[in-house]
């Protein structure tokens, strides 16, 4: 709003701050800090403009070095990202003085100069818009050019709205920049100057101020650079360029670069990742088991296929698996239950095995994903599979991979594959000679308004639930729609229902609340009956949770959440699809895109959700998935325990405001948005924090991880191999101390502390509120930190952080693991003490499976004559399980007693 001229800077479809800008703001700084001249001015990342609220800047000076010169920095943030939002640095340089004189810079008067032939530039704007410029009236300033050999010659003007207020600038960046736009008519080739920014200045002088027209004369200074000599209309000098070098930029690097306020949509975008394809497996990474001619790598359809390779050794260490969901026939609802169904078992089995902590499955899949905006699924089970298994990642780094390879292209291309893992990256797509990775990116802003939806009747399927509910109240109270069918299982019986459709009533509308279940086609087709008129919209709000983490999932447990999810959406799709519906909306979460840990049932069942919007827009027909975070005032996040929000905000999630939620689903509803959108509201400092674990999708978003030096005390500092080394040079205690520092941080950061040392190490995990989803979380840091390969109950075999710390010692410095000086001798009949230490290295799993179970069953008998007979195995073993040490170590004693 204070510089409106700005929004006519557009390049690649996003509003820059232009460079010349950049260049105004370091020559003010000058003037300000006793320097004549701009040195030289580097941009690292453009600045993108957002299309509503304010871009704070921060231009930073330091003192003077020894040499005179005094560095800068610039910055910016969004205003409305808060005062903990951390600050992007846009450019660098230095200021200096000293130079030549304005005297030596005049030009002789004559204009054009002799010898300059005219050149056209009739179309230049034309021409500029074709190489992604899309420069609007006030950067519309070249009025003439001429041309004599490699010297362009220009005469440039501001409109008339913008000269006036040419006094309050040195050098206004928008004139300054149209001095730029006769680069490409003789200065340097057209193809080389192609989508190109303004990258490196250097030796930039301002003679003259407040100009609103000017001459310049353009040469080249390099391959890639050229020199301005900018003078007024008498040939006094007004500034001067000794050289500037412009980049080649592309639409994925600006979308990357723009800054992603409060309440904007995100989508997913496929860019060439870090992969090169230069590459050929080796027999020591990849295993070829039976016979697959067609694949060249080991390729299970069966998880007993899988079982029997490993049990009969024909897995080596460290080996990467391909494996390929069996093709199943049917109905789609059918095909999803099948693919999901393999892949749990699959994936289950694979992360269940023995010594295999070292390899990684690859799950190949032909068409599941969507690449660019067109993009269709063309394998919506494969969508679903996709799901599933990024929850599985999330679990389980580093264990699986998923490539979905071009669908045209018959076979599998073993290079790739092996390029794919040695990357690093856990998804890709192929798509012709590239290997695309998924990040996550500002949507595009919709140019239209949203579809109206006024003309007809608006079904609501989950309307008795809190988002079901409001946006019924929203459609009718900012949409104007004046007929609802709702639906629910329960209809007007469930909670809330009637009093929903006597306000909805006072709003104006006209309700019709069904008892009827979407996933039941016969009754979905009987509640669409009952609609006079034309149906307007879908909205499909409803689903079930069932979480747990991926070792514990059941088919039944995923079935319960496929159903409401996945055949309620395809009967909608299907007895719908020749209703001419304007918005067809599809509630899915952000869960499907991330892989959220603990949810895959969930994930698969918002994946197929993801696809069949896309599958929609292919056909001609309206669709649209919105992946949702985390909502504050209702949803599927309102079941949420305080360690759930928790990891939800660690991973720079902010519960959704109703106001922030609806505004983002009227964004969707544009017809010109993407089929799939992500709507979280994003806490980007918390992404880009010292500690955060950034995953591969959000690295674009996150943007540059601040990095932090780790003091030297946390004994974790520099990885798992510095660790190592640490323990090795340390003493038996100091040692364990290490190691006990290491595991209070971990623990205090899934379990929100706010300072490590409160942490009780004496006190169970569960006691201290470690659930099934934080112990997950705790072995993967511990992962990371250590280089160990911890198994995902590592929290339940080891249930305090006393017995953890001796399971880490022993792993991590087995050779000073010792009994302490002062220990039981030899024959000697241990202390309490010694006990204690004794029983507080035995996990319960050893405990159990060891004679031990029935010595201290026994002993309870001993100690109780009035108890039954020993009681069976598994009894005990919870009985063993319930245990804490202090009541074990009394067993103990009572044991020796007798």
Do not use: C
């Amino acid at each position: 709003e204070t510089h409106p001229w700005l929004a006519d800077h557009v390049v690649l479809g996003s509003v820059l701050l232009p460079g010349t800008a950049f260049v105004e703001l370091a020559l003010h700084a000058a003037d300000h800090t006793g320097s004549d001249h701009l040195e030289e001015l580097t941009l690292e990342s453009p600045l993108i403009l957002p299309e509503t609220g304010a871009v704070q800047l921060q231009f930073v000076v330091e003192a003077l070095d020894d040499d005179g010169r005094r560095p800068f920095a610039v910055y910016s943030r969004l205003e409305s990202a808060g005062a903990d939002a951390p600050w992007t640095r846009h450019a660098s340089g230095t200021l200096a003085t000293g130079g030549p004189s304005p005297d030596t810079l005049a030009g002789d008067g004559v204009w054009p100069p002799v010898g300059a032939e005219p050149v056209g530039i009739g179309d230049r704007y034309e021409v500029l818009a074709g190489l992604g410029f899309g420069y609007g009236p006030a950067f519309q300033g070249l009025r003439s050019v001429w041309r004599r050999g490699g010297e362009v010659f220009a005469e440039v003007a501001l409109d008339s709205e913008v000269a006036e207020s040419a006094g309050s600038f040195g050098l206004h960046p928008a004139l300054l920049d149209a001095t730029l736009h006769a680069i490409g008519l003789g200065a340097l080739p057209e193809d080389r100057a192609g989508t190109r920014l303004p990258f490196a200045w250097s030796g930039v002088r301002l003679f003259a101020v407040g100009a609103s027209a000017v001459r310049v004369v353009l040469a080249r200074a390099g391959s890639e650079a050229v020199s301005l000599r900018v003078v007024d209309a008498a040939g006094q000098p007004v500034a001067s360029v000794d050289s500037l070098a412009l980049r080649a930029v592309t639409p994925e690097q600006l979308r990357a670069a723009a800054p992603t306020a409060p309440g904007a949509l995100t989508d997913v975008r496929w860019t060439p990742g870090p992969i090169a394809l230069d590459g050929t497996p080796s027999t020591d990474t990849w295993a070829s088991l039976g016979d697959t001619p067609d694949l060249g790598v080991a390729h299970f359809v069966t998880v007993d296929a899988l079982a029997d390779s490993v049990a009969s050794g024909g897995v080596v260490p460290g080996a990467v698996l391909a494996v390929v969901p069996e093709v199943v026939e049917g109905e789609t609802p059918v095909r999803v239950r099948a693919g999901v169904a393999w892949a749990l078992e699959t994936a289950q089995a694979w992360l269940a095995q023995d010594g295999l902590t070292d390899a990684r499955l690859v799950v190949v899949t032909r068409g599941a994903v969507a690449v660019g905006d067109g993009g269709l699924v063309r394998d919506l089970a494969g969508a679903a599979v996709w799901g599933l298994l990024r929850s599985a990642q999330t679990e389980n780094p580093d264990r699986l991979v998923l490539v979905d390879l071009d669908p045209s292209i018959p076979g599998i291309d073993l290079g790739v594959l092996s390029a794919v893992v040695a990357s690093g990256e856990p998804q890709a797509a192929v798509r012709g000679e590239a290997v695309l990775a998924p990040r996550l990116a500002p949507a595009v802003a919709p140019a239209d308004e949203p579809v109206s939806l006024a003309d007809g009747t608006v079904l609501v399927t989950g309307a008795s639930g809190a988002l079901g509910g409001l946006v019924a109240r929203h459609l009718v109270s900012a949409h104007g729609v004046r007929d609802l069918l709702l639906l629910s299982r329960r209809g007007t019986d469930a909670p809330g229902a009637a009093e929903l459709v006597a306000e909805l009533e006072r709003l104006g509308a006209r309700v019709a609340f069904a008892a009827a279940d979407a996933a039941d086609r016969t009754a979905l087709e009987k509640a669409l009956g009952s609609v006079d008129g034309p149906l307007s919209g879908v909205v499909h709000a409803a689903g079930v949770l069932d979480d747990g983490v991926f070792g514990a999932l059941t088919p039944e447990r995923v079935e319960r959440v496929l159903r409401p999810k996945v055949d309620a959406a395809w009967n909608l799709h299907e007895l719908t699809r020749e209703r001419g519906v304007s918005a067809f909306v599809l509630f899915s979460s952000v869960q499907s895109v991330l892989g959220g840990a603990g949810q895959a049932n969930y994930a698969a069942a918002n994946g197929f959700l993801d696809a069949l919007a896309r599958h929609r827009r292919s056909e001609g027909l309206a669709g649209t998935s919105v992946a949702w975070g985390p909502w504050a005032d209702g949803g599927m996040a309102a079941a949420l325990t305080e360690e759930d929000q928790a990891r939800f905000a660690r991973g720079g999630m902010r519960a959704l405001s109703s106001v922030v939620g609806l505004a983002m689903l009227d964004e969707a509803l544009a017809p010109d948005t993407a089929a799939h959108v992500v709507a979280v509201d994003w806490n980007l400092a918390a992404l880009r924090g010292p500690d955060a674990e950034v995953p591969a999708l959000l690295r674009s978003l996150a943007g540059p991880v601040r990095a932090r030096r780790a003091a030297a005390s946390a004994p974790e500092a520099g990885g798992a191999e510095s660790l190592a080394q640490r323990l090795a040079a340390l003493a038996p205690d100091d040692q364990e101390k290490a190691i006990a520092e290491l595991v209070q941080n971990q623990v205090a950061a899934v379990l929100n502390y706010s300072t490590p040392r409160t942490l009780d190490l004496a006190r169970g995990f569960k006691e201290l509120g470690l659930g099934s989803l934080t112990a997950v979380e705790l072995r993967n840091r511990l992962n990371k930190a250590t280089g160990l390969r911890l198994a995902a109950t590592l929290a339940f075999d080891y249930p305090t952080p006393t017995l953890l710390i001796q399971h880490l010692r022993e792993e991590l410095a087995p050779a000073q693991t010792a009994p302490a000086p002062g220990g039981a001798a030899a024959g000697a009949e241990p202390d309490e003490g010694e006990i204690r230490r004794v029983i507080a290295s035995l996990p319960i799993s050893r405990i159990r499976e060891s004679g031990l179970l029935d010595q201290l069953m026994k002993l309870a008998d001993k100690q109780d004559p009035a108890a039954p007979d020993p009681a069976p195995a598994a009894e005990a073993a919870e009985q063993i399980d319930a245990m804490d040490v202090d009541a074990l170590v009394r067993l103990a004693r009572a044991s020796l007693d007798s």
